[in-house]
């Protein structure tokens, strides 16, 4: 039988989304095996696994944080806004980035919720914690209470968590090695998803920016 959307899949794949990827400077660091793949080659393999599937039914924009800017944390960068069929302008910023500076997540994301004008789905991508001083804690708290209708979720790719990061005020919150951006999809009804393969990071794409489909 045809699959068809249902009525509230329809719904749901009307909102538009953005998708905040890190291109922090970790995001290229190499670890025991200096052979094997850095954390942004594989999202790369990621993303080029899950737009196709995605980018027919939902409209997505695109921003960046980490390389470029003025200093280590200014380097936020609205590739694009959402727009229909973007598999390949998505694939392509995201091939095009290339790692350096810090992890701004809540500066980022607010970005994204501005895009937005705060109704819509945010999808974030990160291997780590804030380290430019901003308090994600804090902005979910902000984006529940005056943003309704906007939906965080959190992909933690191979997550490095560091309980004594200099600059991230808020990053005790959560134990057990999750991103304290956790608390921006706690606090905004999203999904918070850790991933350690270029698999699992692909099926979580297609998990929050993709639509439900029934028989």
């Not at 009804?189 to 028989?215: K, M, P």
Request: glycine share 12%; proline share 7%; aromatic share 6%.
């Amino acid at each position: 039988a045809a699959l068809t959307l249902a009525p509230m899949a329809q719904a749901n794949c009307a909102r538009d989304a953005m998708l905040v990827m890190d291109g922090s400077a970790s995001m290229a660091e190499l670890g025991f095996d200096p052979a094997a793949p850095t954390r942004i080659m594989e999202a790369r393999e990621a993303i080029r696994h899950a737009m196709p599937q995605i980018a027919p039914v939902r409209r997505v924009g695109l921003i960046t944080y980490g390389p470029g800017g003025a200093n280590s944390c200014s380097g936020i960068n609205l590739v694009f806004s959402p727009s229909p069929n973007a598999a390949g302008p998505v694939i392509a910023g995201v091939n095009a980035l290339e790692p350096g500076g810090l992890t701004p997540i809540a500066a980022s994301v607010e970005a994204a919720a501005g895009v937005l004008d705060r109704d819509g789905i945010v999808v974030l991508v990160t291997d780590g914690n804030e380290t430019c001083g901003g308090t994600p804690c804090a902005l979910g708290k902000d984006l529940a209470l005056f943003a309704p209708d906007l939906t965080v979720h959190v992909l933690g790719f191979r997550v490095v968590y560091d309980p004594f990061a200099w600059d991230s005020p808020e990053v005790g919150i959560y134990s057990g090695g999750d991103s304290v951006a956790r608390c921006l999809s706690d606090a905004t009804g999203g999904l918070y998803v850790n991933t350690q393969t270029v698999d699992e990071l692909a099926e979580a794409l297609r998990r929050t920016l993709g639509c439900a489909f029934i028989g």
